[in-house]
Each structure stands twice: as C-alpha cells, then as structure tokens.
C-alpha cells in the first residue's frame, strides 16, 4: 500500500512570512494524485491545492504553491506572505490514477502556527 | 452548489445506543467515503463506495459498524451498539470518479458517547 509521511508534526510561521511543509510518499506507481488539505479549527477539511504526477509543472493556488519532486518522491507545500487565517492542520493525500484505485491515502498532518 | 451534506452535526448518545449517521454526496460524485478522526489515532478511512457498492471495508473496526449506499444521494454509517470508544469526529466525503478527482469532505459529525 502507498504511504504518505508528514515529518513535521508541528511549523510556525511569522505572520506575512514564507513558510514550507514538507510531505514524502511511497509508491510503485507511475501516474497518480497528490493533495495537499488544510483542516482550520472548525474541523472542515479544505482542499488546498493538486498536483497530477504526469504534469511537470508545480501547481499554483494565489499564495499556495507546491514543489514536487517525482524522482524524490517529494512534495512540500509553499504558503507565501502567511496570514493569522493560515492557521491549521494541514493534511497530504495521495490517490492512485488508476480507476479501480479509489483511495487516498492521508499523512499524519502538519500543525501550522502563525504567529502576528 | 451544495457540497457534501452530513447530518446530524453533533450527537451525544450513551453508551449501548443505536447511532446513525447520515451523509449526501454532491451531485454527479460517484465515489463516497467514510472517514474517522481521532487525536489518538489520526484520520482512519472506515470504508468507501464506488457507483453505490462498497469497495474497501477494511478500515470498519468491528462488527458494531455498518455503512449503506442505497442510492447515488445519500449514505448512513451505523454503530450499534456504541461504546465510548467511538467518540470520534466522522467525516464523509465525495469525489468525481473515475480517478484523479479531489475529495471534498462535509463538515463532520462529532460524536460523543458517554
């Protein structure tokens, strides 16, 4: 099965400040998804952003961005000119692209402070 | 649109009690998920459902777990009877199929049981 490894269990962050989450995965598979979630206090889980293995290009979302490394089996989560509303739990998820693999598979999480 | 319906959103029940959850995927998401989360034991996957079937049931702990899709609109996970154990938040989520669509999740259920 694929695993999805959050190293950092908790990051902090100056407010208006650039701060990175890292996130590795383990798989055999050549073509798949890759989500990064953010879980605010509220408990909702948003999507944040998606990467699909097959495209070279980073995804961006406003002040979102991720680094995705295939070779390294890396993916890490850039969140620019951080504000207060920042504050989370932020999730990764992998999915396979394959059809009849329809589960994803979720890291431990990351708990973003931001501090003013 | 409307995203992904659960209800009820908070349940205090006690112990040895019939507890139904119920979720409404968004409209045109053929795959559903039930989801559990806990600070002890993280985000658990309990089962998930493709086209109204369930796929993987794996992640159910026990036999006191149930889930159902009797339609594309609408999902229950059942836990009978509840133990305290079962305190969790229970998330379901949706997602276009086939694959490479995001989840989009519902608010959650917080359960308690006392």
């Known amino acids: ?116 | 649109d409307a995203g992904v319906i659960q209800s009820p959103r908070h349940e205090v029940t006690e112990m040895g009690q019939e507890v139904t959850l119920r979720c409404k995927p968004i409209s045109g998401h053929n795959s559903l998920f039930w989801y559990r989360q806990t600070m002890m034991r993280g985000l658990e996957l309990l089962i998930y459902f493709n086209n109204n079937v369930p796929i993987d049931d794996s992640g159910m702990p026990e036999d006191r777990f149930s889930a159902k899709m009797p339609n594309a609109s609408f999902s229950t996970l059942k836990i009978q009877p509840s133990e305290p154990r079962d305190s969790a938040v229970y998330f379901c989520a949706s997602s276009p199929s086939p694959g490479g669509g995001a989840q989009y999740f519902g608010p959650g259920t917080r359960l308690l049981v006392l």
């Open chain 1, 1 to 116: 099965a694929q695993t999805v490894t959050q190293s950092q269990p908790e990051m902090s962050v100056q407010e208006a400040e650039t701060v990175t989450l890292s996130c590795t995965y383990d798989t055999s598979e050549s073509d798949y998804y890759l989500f990064w979630y953010k879980q605010p206090p509220s408990r909702q889980m948003i999507l944040v952003i998606r990467q699909e293995a097959y495209k070279q290009q980073n995804a961006t979302e406003n002040r979102f961005s991720v680094n995705f490394q295939k070779a390294a089996k890396s993916f890490s989560l850039k969140i620019s000119d951080s504000q207060l509303g920042d504050a989370a739990m932020y999730f990764c998820a992998y999915r396979s692209a394959f059809v009849n693999r329809n589960q994803f598979y979720f890291g431990t999480g990351t708990s973003l402070t931001v501090i003013p």
